[in-house]
């Protein structure tokens, strides 16, 4: 297994207050260049139900706009890994990018994290930041215990 970089740019500004971190891109989303772009992903379905902005059919600059709109930067915590297709279960070898810039750029009262993993690894790299840190359940299709409606009762928190 070769390792694979992050091909993708963080998306917040200097008024971003709330951070969601995944884990890595799926390879939909390396290859569309954009995070959670599998549509079978639900990420922009809850947060379109939360934010009540069509996020699923809306661009890649269009979701960018919206989300920094309200506040919210998206990213994901590894940098660099080995990882078989989109599995999270299979990632190894793991160099995690530099969210402590990102948080000390920003207004960032609030980390999310997508997913078990991205929780477990930010808390190993970046524990100074664990007070404001939060696991949530993770959006990808791989997560068949949660239903749509299941995701948008927890997720949303990060409205709060």
């Known amino acids: 297994m070769e390792k694979l970089f992050h091909p993708l740019p963080p998306v917040y500004d200097e008024n971003t207050k709330v951070l969601i971190l995944g884990s890595f891109p799926s390879v939909k989303s390396r290859e569309a260049k954009f995070f959670y772009m599998n549509p079978k992903n639900r990420f922009f379905q809850v947060l379109s139900a939360l934010l009540e902005e069509n996020l699923v059919v809306a661009s890649i600059e269009e979701k960018v706009r919206i989300l920094l709109k309200h506040g919210i930067g998206?990213?994901?915590?590894?940098?660099?890994?080995?990882?078989?297709?989109?599995?999270d279960a299979s990632i190894t070898d793991v160099e995690v990018n530099d969210l402590e810039t990102i948080i000390r750029e920003t207004k960032v009262e609030k980390i999310f994290l997508n997913g078990n993993l991205a929780?477990?690894?930010?808390?190993?790299?970046?524990?100074?930041?664990?007070?404001?840190?939060?696991?949530?359940?993770?959006?990808?299709?791989a997560n068949a215990q949660y239903n749509l409606s299941d995701l948008m009762e927890k997720w949303k928190v990060i409205l709060k």
């Open 74 to 87: 998206i990213f994901d915590v590894i940098k660099s890994c080995k990882i078989k297709g989109s599995q």
């Open 119 to 141: 929780y477990k690894l930010f808390l190993k790299y970046f524990s100074q930041f664990s007070h404001i840190a939060h696991p949530l359940p993770s959006t990808s299709p």
